[in-house]
């Protein structure tokens, strides 16, 4: 059974920084395009970063280019995102989602679609502070 379980959110000041988790289960995440999304509190889901199978290139949304970095570690099945900078309007549900095709890789950033991720995790509240 595929599940997606996100971890690491929390409550921070503004320019403070979080690292959050999103271990995978029931498939081989080194074949599969992941991603971040957010979703803040009355808005749509917000596509915020993009990992290859092998990590390599990432992608990263104009709003959080240059503060959040996302890595993986196929071995032990885990995509991180370190969030630095951290922003009011960072404020939202961060949830991880797997590419429903194994073996694509992405060579230009993507356009988000929600119908292309076949997996959801539940989410992990962020929520930053002036």
């Known amino acids: 059974q595929v599940q997606l379980v996100e971890s690491g959110g929390g409550s921070v000041q503004a320019g403070g920084s979080l690292r959050l988790s999103c271990a995978a289960r029931?498939?081989?995440?080194?074949?599969?395009?992941m991603s971040w999304v957010r979703q803040a509190p009355g808005k749509g889901l917000e596509w915020i970063s993009g990992?290859?199978?092998?990590?390599?290139?990432?992608y990263y949304s104009a709003s959080v280019e240059g503060r959040f970095t996302i890595f993986r570690d196929n071995a032990a099945k885990i995509l991180y995102l370190d969030m630095n900078d951290l922003r009011p309007e960072d404020t939202a549900v961060y949830r991880c989602?797997?590419?429903?095709?194994?073996?694509?890789?992405?060579?230009?950033?993507?356009?988000?679609?929600?119908?292309?991720?076949?997996?959801w995790g539940q989410g992990t509240q962020v929520t930053v502070s002036v």
């Open positions: 990992s290859n199978p092998n990590n390599e290139p990432t």
């Open positions: 989602a797997r590419l429903k095709w194994s073996g694509a890789t992405l060579t230009t950033r993507p356009v988000f679609r929600e119908s292309d991720y076949a997996y």
């Open positions: 029931g498939f081989v995440m080194e074949n599969y395009f």
